[in-house]
């Protein structure tokens, strides 16, 4: 692919980033001429993140620095408001299995209402990634479970710190 599409913004909570965020960011990053991670930072939004924002940035940004045309900001304002500051025409997000696609289809009528100029696309998630959420892994850092293959080494470090207890009942 010779020409790309402008800017792009990739949203999220990426709390924490997983390997699946990073694969779908990457993807992005190919396509577009820049992509712009935005990462949420409204309290009042969803439950308490284990991660402040800064912390989320900065884990985004380390995974990241290898991509020249991406950048990392926390964002706490509409989406569609972060997407024109930025300059983006696209709102790109991934799409792991159906179970994504009901609340995914509401956001994107609710961003298309709002910004009909700014298009919501969707990526599928490579095969290896279709079962990985940050909920998922939180449950299992807190259990003490080895997350390899699922966030960067780095960050299951922190994630075992803020949420781990020693792996008790396992069967030998
Ligand atoms: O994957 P997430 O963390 O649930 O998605 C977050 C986000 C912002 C992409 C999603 O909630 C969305 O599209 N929201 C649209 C409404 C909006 O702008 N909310 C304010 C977020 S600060």
Redesign the pocket.
């Known amino acids: 692919m010779d020409e790309k599409g402008g800017t792009a913004v990739c949203?999220?909570?990426y709390d924490p980033v997983t390997l699946g965020h990073l694969d779908i960011i990457a993807r992005a990053a190919h396509v577009f001429d820049r992509v712009v991670v935005?990462v949420?930072?409204?309290p009042v939004?969803?439950k308490k993140t284990v991660f402040t924002a800064e912390e989320r940035v900065v884990f985004l940004e380390s995974e990241l620095e290898d991509l020249g045309n991406v950048q990392v900001k926390a964002?706490?304002?509409?989406?569609?408001d972060f997407a024109r500051q930025n300059g983006a025409k696209a709102?790109v997000?991934g799409l792991r299995a159906i179970s994504d696609f009901e609340?995914e289809f509401e956001?994107n009528q609710?961003?298309r209402k709002m910004a009909p100029d700014i298009e919501s696309l969707y990526l599928f998630s490579a095969p290896e990634f279709t079962f990985l959420s940050s909920s998922g892994v939180k449950e299992l850092a807190t259990f003490g479970a080895d997350l390899t293959g699922m966030v960067p080494p780095s960050v299951a470090v922190r994630l075992q710190e803020a949420l781990g207890r020693p792996r008790t009942g396992k069967i030998t």
């Open positions: 949203p999220g909570s935005g949420v930072d409204h939004r969803k964002f706490d304002t509409l989406l569609v709102i997000k609340y956001m609710l961003n």
